[in-house]
């Protein structure tokens, strides 16, 4: 009796193909999705399917210039639990051959369509989860002081979240476009930033065969440190220890003024921090009753110098995550005390909810000792994507691009430079045949930085390591495209693999071919 359920369904898909040239037509999704279903794969549940027209979707501005069969559906992992995933399948005419998954924000639940509709525009097929977790039933995805979200009490939503949720949903993705167009697809590819910088670490150390290429930007995965970060950074700026955004802006603007040109332009942005020689004390205030909008007090220098520092234990002294750079001043208000803080949205919660249970926890009183342990055996084991060892995606062949932002308002922009020195020590040399980091100058978290409007904030890193992949050539550099400031929409920036750095060769500034990578 099953068998005869079964068998017209089959027949349907087999009859279909062969009239579609061995695939579907978009127009035909709801039909691709009940004989995939009907034939018997478990491991997805397929809850909707619509054909889009050209056109016909709108998300932030951007439409899709492709005609599309998009999918929804949940797969099931441990506890009863499920990512909910959208798989986005371009016109087969318009497909290049290409699958990609796309990564979450913050504390996800929901589904990264932006990212999706942006790359189905370049041809690929892609797929995106929530993570494992609902927004809706966890304060709408964001973290909040004294607020109780019962995916961080559930251990198996909590692995999800980054470590297991992307490896969750791309095999039947995978399976799901094999199925469409009739082929495996060519290769396959991971893009995320910030917590989807952090889930790309997480597939580079636990799940090393599923991509050819991964792309990590901006990325939380020291997560729970970085959280310690925010933290650290609310505590010192309490109360009078307030830095005001002209406070800030002043800082920045002296060390621009010290270091700007040390790519050979004045454009108002950092090449490379590391190499700037800015002593903060050189703003302090002559006397007491100096203007303060034009230098800093005592009390101020030593908060900035706190933040550039960065979190220490409290029993050794022993740095807990890097600190902020020099440059990147004008980026911190989001780090200081004040209500929505970082702290607020990701510290404190976590703290509440994961470490101690207990949604009425006062952060205040937080050991800056034992409960680093405390944090490093509760939190970290679940959340953190650390280990320098990734030689097993080395051994399968893949490659892994890295970016981060010099001004990056949420992520102290050395970290990845550190992660990658611990890389390099554990395999003893180098690792530029397979792994590559680029910073940018004056780049944000993810995209522009809000007070360097004038930076390109699209950097083209899936274009690098798709070329990475399929050419064998590893990219010498980076296009940075599309700056805030609309009135320098044409500019374009060079960015360069770690520890180079773009140095202007003459021309126009705007255009990243004046630059070159040494």
């Not at 497909?95 to 990212?115: C, K, P, Q, T």
């Not at 893009?191 to 997480?202: I, K, M, Y």
């Not at 454009?267 to 190499?275: M, R, T």
Request: hydrophobic fraction near 40%; glycine fraction near 8%; charge should be negative.
């Amino acid at each position: 009796m099953r068998a005869s359920l079964v068998l017209p369904w089959f027949l349907t898909a087999l009859i279909h193909a062969s009239k579609c040239d061995n695939s579907w037509r978009v127009e035909d999704c709801s039909e691709f999705a009940s004989s995939f279903q009907k034939i018997g794969h478990k491991d997805i549940s397929i809850l909707n399917s619509t054909h889009i027209p050209e056109k016909a979707v709108n998300i932030s501005g951007v439409l899709n210039d492709i005609p599309v069969c998009r999918l929804f559906g949940s797969v099931p992992y441990a506890g009863n639990n499920s990512v909910i995933a959208e798989i986005w399948l371009p016109l087969t005419e318009k497909h290049n051959g290409r699958f990609l998954v796309v990564g979450n924000s913050g504390m996800a639940g929901i589904i990264n369509e932006f990212d999706i509709l942006r790359n189905i525009n370049k041809g690929f097929a892609v797929a995106g989860g929530d993570s494992g977790h609902i927004a809706a039933v966890n304060n709408g995805g964001n973290g909040a002081p004294n607020v109780y979200l019962p995916y961080m009490h559930n251990k198996d939503q909590v692995k999800a979240w980054i470590h297991n949720s992307i490896a969750f949903l791309t095999p039947v993705a995978k399976k799901i476009t094999t199925a469409f167009y009739n082929e495996a697809p060519k290769y396959s590819y991971y893009e995320g930033c910030s917590t989807g910088g952090a889930q790309g670490f997480a597939l580079a150390q636990f799940y090393p065969d599923l991509f050819n290429g991964i792309v990590a930007g901006s990325p939380g995965n020291w997560y729970s440190h970085l959280a310690l970060s925010f933290l650290w950074n609310s505590q010192v700026t309490q109360g009078s220890n307030f830095l005001s955004q002209s406070i800030l802006d002043t800082i920045t603007q002296a060390v621009l003024d010290k270091c700007d040109t040390i790519d050979g332009v004045k454009d108002g942005v950092l090449e490379n921090p590391l190499l700037c020689d800015f002593d903060i004390s050189s703003l302090e205030c002559k006397s007491p009753g100096t203007n303060t909008s034009i230098c800093l007090t005592p009390a101020q220098i030593s908060v900035a110098q706190k933040i550039y520092a960065g979190p220490v234990d409290s029993r050794s002294n022993n740095s807990l995550y890097p600190g902020f750079s020099v440059g990147s001043e004008t980026q911190w208000l989001s780090q200081e005390a004040q209500e929505g803080s970082l702290a607020d949205a990701f510290s404190i919660p976590i703290l509440q909810n994961m470490l101690f249970n207990n949604i009425s926890y006062d952060s205040s009183t937080f050991n800056w000792g034992t409960d680093v342990d405390a944090v490093d055996a509760k939190v970290g084991a679940f959340i953190d994507e650390i280990s320098p060892d990734l030689s097993a995606l080395k051994e399968n062949g893949a490659k892994m691009v890295v970016y981060q932002g010099w001004a990056d308002p949420l992520n102290a922009a050395t970290w990845p430079i550190q992660h990658l020195g611990e890389i390099e020590d554990f395999v003893g040399g180098d690792v530029s045949d397979w792994f590559r980091l680029f910073m940018v100058p004056g780049g944000g978290h993810c995209t522009s930085a809000t007070n360097y409007p004038q930076v390109p904030g699209t950097w083209h890193a899936l274009d690098a390591v798709v070329q990475w992949v399929e050419t064998g050539g590893p990219p010498s550099a980076i296009l940075g495209t599309d700056p805030a400031d609309k009135n320098m929409k044409d500019k374009t920036s060079k960015l360069c693999p770690w520890p180079q750095t773009a140095k202007f060769r003459g021309g126009n500034p705007d255009d990243w071919n004046s630059f070159e990578c040494e």
